[in-house]
């Protein structure tokens, strides 16, 4: 019989296990429906972020002294 996940062990500190675990009860979701969502998440968040960088990428860029000395001449700082 095929299925479509696949089995991992996850060590997670015991109060977020505590708390994922009351999760699960209060949403009537599995934990590992709640993991896998929020591993989905993260990696969507990843891949966006990573599309930034390549839209960024030609950009000019500035150092931090560069940009801390164009504060201080605009009396931001």
């Given amino acids: 019989m095929a299925t479509t996940s696949k089995a991992t062990t996850v ?13 699960s009860v ?3 979701r599995s934990m590992s ?5 929020a591993v989905l998440d993260a990696l969507t968040e ?3 972020d990573l599309m930034v960088f390549e839209e960024r990428k030609n950009e000019p ?3 931090y002294a560069e940009f801390l ?4 001449k605009d ?3």
């Avoid at 060590?11 to 999760?23: I, S």
């Avoid at 000395?69 to 201080?72: E, F, I, Q, R, T």
């Fill in 11 to 23: 060590y997670l500190k015991p109060d977020v296990h505590r708390a994922l675990r009351l999760k």
């Fill in 26 to 28: 209060e949403t009537s």
């Fill in 33 to 37: 429906e709640l993991i896998n969502e």
């Fill in 61 to 63: 860029s500035i150092s």
């Fill in 75 to 77: 009396g931001k700082i």
């Fill in 46 to 48: 990843d891949q966006e």
């Fill in 69 to 72: 000395k164009g504060l201080k």
